[in-house]
Nanobody, 114 residues
Framework: QLQLVESGGGLVQPGGSLRLSCAAS????????MAWYRQAPGKQRELVAV???????NYADSVKGRFTISRANAKNTVYLQMNSLKPEDTAVYYC????????WGQGTQVTVSS
């Protein structure tokens, strides 16, 4: 059973940075695209960034130029570097992979507030 475990969330002031990590179990990690989603209170879950097995990336318009997704296949880990954080980035961030079905981590809270 594939498991995803996120870490790295927390409270940060506007303009600050955080790096989220998502560790995946299993040896097939490198074969699949990985994604980060987020869900703010009262809003639908939205795609933030995705990285393919080959390393190509795509971002939501709201985070372009501020967030960077990367992966370390040898460590079965995907990262989300978040810079210039804004209050509207406050949400629970989830790691995702689709292998026959969608797998999700438990989420990590990011709060941007002064």
């Amino acid at each position: 059973q594939l498991q995803l475990v996120e870490s790295g969330g927390g409270l940060v002031q506007p303009g600050g940075s955080l790096r989220l990590s998502c560790a995946a179990s299993g040896s097939i990690f490198g074969l699949y695209a990985m994604a980060w989603y987020r869900q703010a209170p009262g809003k639908q879950r939205e795609l933030v960034a995705v990285i393919t097995s080959g390393g190509s990336t795509n971002y939501a318009d709201s985070v372009k130029g501020r967030f960077t997704i990367s992966r370390a296949n040898a460590k079965n880990t995907v990262y989300l570097q978040m810079n210039s954080l804004k209050p509207e980035d406050t949400a629970v961030y989830y790691c995702n992979v689709n292998i026959a079905r969608a797998y999700w981590g438990q989420g990590t809270q990011v709060t941007v507030s002064s």
